[in-house]
């Protein structure tokens, strides 16, 4: 099915399924831990070996010698791999990093073997007398260094833009902020281990793996070990958290696969916790420089934002893309740079782009207001553009964040924020507001589904879909319900295998509008194989509770079953609409902090975020994914850094105790608000994905808000105590 006009009133629009808050259809089988995940697939790999990985100690060099006789010979061990018995492999098309070392080290943690065994213990006990001789050599892990030495790669033409004359306006403007602002490396720290179990029945792999994309995992796995991909089954039902971080292949995968061929048994394979922070990947660190100059009325002039970010392979952190896009401004000039730093691979990380960018730019909104003594919710109200502001030809499909702004400011009582920093106090405790814009894409991408609409009337809906936590199972289920005229206790979905249909996959804020949207074309084919079954013909038809209509005709859908069941598989594909809309999600958020006046400590008082991201398919869910992307912004602002060894070469934090995320006590209140808001152009949904607008902005809104509690301006996150300490006011 083709997507190329924007939709009009179709079988969703009835809104009896979709738009309601609906619990998660897998909640139970989770809440019960009968949902397997990946590590837990014990029935569909019986008598699987354990293997244990291995991680480098140095972060760049080579391997001498491995010495693995006395792991051999441990109890239960039956194999260990290395790059000596592994074969030639490759690398992903996504990740870039290798999946073992040998002979060349490329950075700490990097796999160099695997000791396998009939148990965990066993397994774990062998690795501990694997013996390894390295020779050092001196790398590159500190990205300050690199950009003031100019030690970067060459700039590709699409990491850079310009309108107009930005030097010229920005020289010329009467009011300017020039700024530096850093965020560092960021771990995505989810509560399910990267693991795999991999199967080998002769040349065919089946790999019960935590994946984000199959799709891209097929490929990848298939390209690493030199295999047509037809040969390769993956499956990945249940998945506990990814972030980005389990998009596709890593070294877990291709270890187990490697040994279970070798071995001829199936091989379990997770990565230990403390191995994951250096072995797979990460959100780079940033540093950013922007300026902005204005008018003394407040209209930007001029914009520009340049980032540095470092990595193993040639990608950077696209922090600068919602400059591009989120303010007006007649002059524009925008550079990524990278330089390579031999530390993991950084990759994408919930919200890449919007999120560290957001970080810089939306502080120094704030600043600007203070500078032109306008209110920072104005002056982005008065810099407001409804076209894009480098193409001022494609307009936005929706874009309501002046709507977002008023109503935010409204609900959270913001005309009672003290325009003058550190002025309020309760008791002990600095009391400030802050807020920011937020922005990120809505993206949709090909794809498929499969509806089956069984003899007893029930539907079973077939996709390689993901479910990352996020709620595809029951947005999936919703779409069928409304199409079909069932109820949602009617349908079965399953997700994550290769043998269904190619689904979108999880990532990019793409996953919930094109799968929903690739199940909507399979359930119109079906309706039309439905409709010719009762004798409908090509007539209007309706589906609801369990009946179908045409004029003033109306039948049990049962009895289009009375042959047998009806199967249906189609794609949703898209036509240009991307490129003559500017098609994004838009939020506002609203912090209030207070800060102790004598120990600098921060505490999160109350949130809000109000959302403009299309239909809202299940409200539930989708606060859910909101407040979740909060609680990971009040991270990034307060506490989340990977602290890198400059001299070693690794991130030092390299596990849950070290490296702090936020928990319950540090996170209050949240409120959500969706506006109601429907994008035709998306697709027939007219939903858009709101998994990373959750993020995106949050740590300076809350960065603002302490500025305005203490009068401290930090530009370098995360803000921690020891960065206030010095400048605050003194006690009474």
């Known amino acids: 099915m083709k997507f190329d006009t924007p939709a009009v009133r179709n079988p969703i629009d009835r809104l009896k399924v979709v738009g309601k808050a609906t619990p998660r259809i897998d909640g139970p089988l989770k809440t019960t831990g009968q949902a397997p995940y990946a590590y837990e697939q014990h029935a569909a790999a019986p008598g699987a070996l354990y293997g244990y990985i291995v991680g480098a100690a140095i972060a760049k060099g080579r391997i001498e010698a491995i010495d693995h006789i006395a792991a051999s010979a441990a109890p239960g061990v039956l194999g260990v791999i290395t790059a000596q018995n592994a074969g030639k492999l490759d690398v992903g098309a996504f990740y870039v990093a290798r999946a073992l070392a040998g002979p060349e080290v490329d950075h700490y943690h990097q796999a160099v073997a695997m000791v396998v065994a009939q148990t965990f213990e066993q397994a774990r006990a062998a690795a501990g007398l694997v013996r390894v001789r390295y020779a050092r050599v001196k790398g590159a892990f500190d990205l300050a260094v ?95 958290g990814g972030f980005g971080g389990k998009g596709s292949i890593l070294c877990d995968a291709v270890l187990a696969a490697l040994a279970a061929k070798q071995l001829g048994r199936p091989v379990k394979v997770t990565l230990q916790r403390a191995l994951m922070f250096n072995n797979t990947t990460h959100r780079a660190a940033t540093i950013q420089r922007i300026r902005i100059g204005a008018s003394k009325a407040g209209k930007i002039t001029a914009i520009g934002h340049e980032s540095w970010s470092g990595n193993l392979g040639e990608r950077p952190e696209s922090a600068t893309a919602p400059t591009r896009i989120l303010y007006a401004g007649a002059n524009r000039m925008t550079r990524l740079r990278v330089a390579h730093l031999d530390l993991p691979e950084a990759s994408a990380m919930r919200a890449p782009g919007e999120a560290p960018g957001m970080m810089a730019l939306e502080i120094a909104m704030d600043e600007l207001a203070e500078k032109l003594g306008l209110d920072p919710v104005a002056l982005r109200i008065l810099n407001d553009t409804q076209v894009d502001p480098e193409s001022p030809q494609k307009p936005f499909s929706r874009r309501q964040l002046v709507e977002c702004l008023q109503m935010g400011a409204q609900k959270f009582g913001w005309d009672q924020r003290s325009a003058t920093p550190a002025m309020r106090r309760d008791g002990r405790w600095l009391v400030g507001m802050g807020m920011a814009s937020a922005i990120r894409g809505a993206p949709v991408i090909k794809s498929a589904a499969r509806v089956t609409l069984g003899k007893d009337g029930g539907v079973t809906v077939e996709t390689d879909m993901t479910d990352i936590g996020t709620g595809s199972y029951t947005i999936l289920a919703q779409t069928a319900a409304e199409m079909l005229g069932v109820a949602l206790s009617q349908v ?54 369990g009946r179908v209509r045409s004029g003033g005709n109306s039948r049990p859908l049962l009895d289009a079953l009375a042959q047998g069941e009806l199967q249906a598989e189609d ?28 120990t600098g400590e921060i505490r999160i008082r109350r949130m809000l975020a109000v959302c403009a991201a299309g239909r809202i398919i299940n409200p539930m869910a989708a606060r859910s994914q909101i407040i979740g992307g909060m609680t990971m912004g009040a991270g990034a602002a307060l506490m989340e850094e990977l602290v890198v060894d400059r001299r070693a070469g690794f991130f030092v934090n390299h596990d849950l105790a070290g490296y702090e995320v936020p928990v319950h006590a540090d996170i209050p209140h949240q409120e959500v608000i969706f506006l109601d808001e429907v994008d035709p152009t998306i697709g027939p949904l007219k939903a858009k994905g709101v998994g990373e607008l959750g993020i995106s902005g949050v740590p300076a809104a809350i960065a603002n808000a302490v500025y305005n509690a203490t009068g401290v301006r930090v530009r370098d996150y995360p803000i921690t105590l020891d960065k206030l300490l010095d400048h605050l006011p003194k006690l009474a």
Not at 171 to 176: D, E, K, S, W
Not at 493 to 498: H, I, M, Y
């Open 146 to 240: 690199a950009k003031d030495t100019g030690q970067l790669l060459p700039a590709k033409p699409a990491q850079a833009s310009g309108i107009g004359d930005f030097d010229g306006a920005f020289a010329g403007a009467p009011v300017t902020v020039d700024a530096t602002y850093t965020t560092p490396d960021h771990a995505h720290a989810m509560m399910e281990p990267h693991a795999t179990i991999a199967s080998w029945s002769g040349d065919k792999l089946t790999l019960w793996t935590a994946i984000q994309l199959v799709g891209w995992g097929l490929r990848d796995i298939a390209k690493i070990l030199g295999m047509p991909k037809e040969n390769v089954r993956i499956v990945s039902p249940y998945i506990g």
């Open 571 to 598: 794609a949703m594909e898209y036509g240009d609409l991307s490129k003559r809309y500017a098609q994004q999600t838009f939020a506002a958020h609203f912090v209030e902090v207070g800060v102790d006046v004598a």
């Open 492 to 545: 079965v979905v399953r997700l994550g295998d290769s043998r269904f249909p190619e689904g979108a996959g999880s990532g990019g804020q793409f996953g919930a509008t094109s799968s929903t949207a690739g199940v909507y074309a399979a359930c119109v084919k079906l309706r039309a194989m439905v409709a010719q079954r009762l004798g409908f013909g090509e007539a209007e038809v309706e589906f609801a509770d």
